[in-house]
């Protein structure tokens, strides 16, 4: 009995020093971010690792999707603390698409007023300072904020990640490279749809569209061809010819579609 005693007076001492030794701050404000839309509801110091816990909320306008009908986080994401010119990378997030070079990802909103939340997870940071999230320091559209706070009065408990999450889910689209044929995907509650074009020319020159579609959802789904519908884009190449100075030939070049953040 006493042996029993002693275990459980040594694992409640153990749990109740680990959360006072990592702390948890709801309410954290920014002194400048790329929209008034976006918030920091919480920021967790743990063990290992510091957690920001986000929302975003779409205008509630009719012109929405111009500038906000899909977001994402690159993969270069950092966080620099006051003071410090140390960087403490991002090394995953939840319920939000992280994009790279190698893999286009985005998460599509489906309309206006739209809310979702999700969570950006960082190498630990020092406890009790002001930091900034850089995403593209030399990008205006990047998520940057500047000036992040929070106090030590703030004290909250651990966020539950499961029930933070509950109830926005990702509608993924990505697009990925596989022998020299670009892969397009969409994923949303555990529906994966791969669309794969291949060009053609036996008779003609055509697009052979391959879908795969993949149900992780436990559920049987219905899946009618007939409500696929195909939008063809063409775009115009303005050919310019640029003088030569100095020997050297410079060009300029631009994207055909521009994609903003906010």
Not at 102 to 120: G, T
Request: proline share 4%.
């Amino acid at each position: 009995m006493s042996k029993l005693y002693i275990i459980c007076t040594i694992l409640f001492y153990s749990l109740f020093i680990g959360v006072k030794a990592h702390a948890q701050y709801a309410g954290a404000k920014y002194e400048k971010g790329p929209s008034t839309k976006m918030e920091i509801l919480q920021v967790d110091n743990r063990e290992l690792s510091t957690m920001v816990y986000m929302a975003y909320t779409t205008p509630d306008a009719d012109n929405w999707n111009e500038t906000s009908s899909w977001m994402n986080f690159g993969d270069k994401t950092f966080i620099q603390v006051e003071g410090s010119s140390k960087q403490y990378h991002m090394i995953s997030t939840i319920n939000m698409p992280i994009n790279s070079e190698a893999e286009n990802k985005y998460m599509m909103f489906d309309r206006r007023n739209q809310r979702h939340q999700f969570i950006l997870e960082f190498e630990k940071i020092p406890e009790g300072k002001s930091f900034d999230i850089i995403e593209d320091v030399n990008n205006p559209n990047a998520f940057n904020f500047y000036g992040i706070t929070y106090t030590p009065t703030d004290s909250n408990s651990y966020v539950d990640v499961d029930e933070f999450i509950a109830g926005y889910p990702v509608k993924e689209m990505g697009r990925y490279v596989v022998k020299g044929n670009t892969v397009s995907y969409v994923k949303f509650k555990d529906v994966v749809v791969n669309i794969t074009p291949f060009l053609a020319k036996q008779y003609g020159k055509y697009y052979n569209m391959n879908i795969c579609v993949q149900n992780f959802s436990k559920k049987s789904i219905l899946f009618n061809p007939n409500n696929i519908k195909v939008e063809g884009y063409n775009f115009k190449v303005v050919k310019q010819t640029t003088p030569i100075y100095h020997n050297k030939l410079n060009f300029n070049c631009s994207h055909m579609q521009n994609m903003t953040k906010s």
